[in-house]
């Protein structure tokens, strides 16, 4: 049986980029795309929710997928710092700038690229509510990486502008993957349980992905170099409390509710 902080872990990295991914829906740059986003959004929130609904039952207690969800601070979560981060290029912590799809869709590819390893591995977990859940999130995720990968083809091999936006997030975000290949001691627990996966086994796959899909679009491949992110082990940056403050607003606002 897999740890309840591993299984936050995969939950908590679905919802928060759902959420990120759904901040599109009405702004989506043509009708085909925000449909195609926001059925991407509903497929993370779809399988956070089937974890958070077996985290409350290694939690026990009074523990739902709403409490999980709705009434944890930032400093509870445990997604990826990659998938906080706000749809435009690096900037102060206080500045905003208008959303950019290149972003959107080169995090979607970084991601949803590591998670097709993720989800294929986790298919043979020796927990078996783990391995039904990623059996039906392998599905999603192919279908997701499949659709960011032809719009960064898209964009790398358009025009000027699309391929200076698509290199630029490229080198923006390549940095924050890092995080993947670095295991917390509740993936090294998961991992010895036969529960986990370990992710260090999956790079090298997952970087000839990103690199053939690169080179595909006429980009170049960045460097990783650089500070290695926290957000697994609670340590974020500024905007998940951003993202967090929306997404809880209404469940925090009528702890009671029911709808």
């Known amino acids: 049986m897999a740890n309840l902080d591993y299984v936050l872990h995969l939950a908590d990295s679905a ?10 829906c009405g702004h989506g740059p043509i009708l085909e795309e925000d449909i195609a986003m926001a059925n991407n959004s509903l497929d993370l929130i779809g399988q956070a929710r089937m974890l958070y609904q077996y985290a409350a039952t290694l939690q026990g207690g009074d523990a739902t997928e709403d409490s999980l969800a709705y009434f944890r601070d930032a400093q509870e979560f445990r997604n990826y710092t990659l998938l906080e981060l706000p749809h435009h290029g690096a900037l102060v912590g206080y500045a905003v700038d ?15 690229a590591f998670m097709a390893l993720v989800w294929e591995k986790l298919q043979t977990s020796k927990d078996e509510h783990l391995a039904a859940i990623a059996a039906k999130s392998l599905k ?3 279908y997701h990486l499949r659709h960011s990968h032809d719009w ?5 091999d358009g025009t000027d502008e699309s391929h200076a936006r698509a290199q630029a997030a490229l080198n923006h975000l390549m940095p924050y993957t890092q995080e993947f290949w670095t295991s917390s001691d509740f993936e090294k627990a998961a991992l010895a349980s036969g529960a986990g996966v370990d992710t260090a086994q999956l790079k090298a796959d997952w970087e000839a992905m990103v690199r053939h899909t690169v080179e595909e679009a006429t980009l170049q491949m960045p460097s990783t170099e650089g500070f290695v992110t926290t957000g697994k082990h609670g340590g974020h940056s500024e905007h998940l409390s951003f993202l967090l403050s929306e997404m ?3 469940a925090r606002a009528h702890p009671e509710g029911v709808w």
Do not use: C, K, P
Request: charged share 20%; aromatic share 14%; hydrophobic share 45%.
């Open 98 to 112: 208008n959303r950019d799809y290149a972003v959107t869709i080169v995090r979607n590819f970084l991601y949803s």
């Open 248 to 250: 809880q607003s209404l």
């Open 140 to 142: 999603e995720v192919r």
């Open 15 to 24: 919802i928060v980029l759902g959420q990120r991914n759904a901040e599109w």
């Open 152 to 156: 960064l083809v898209r964009f790398g």
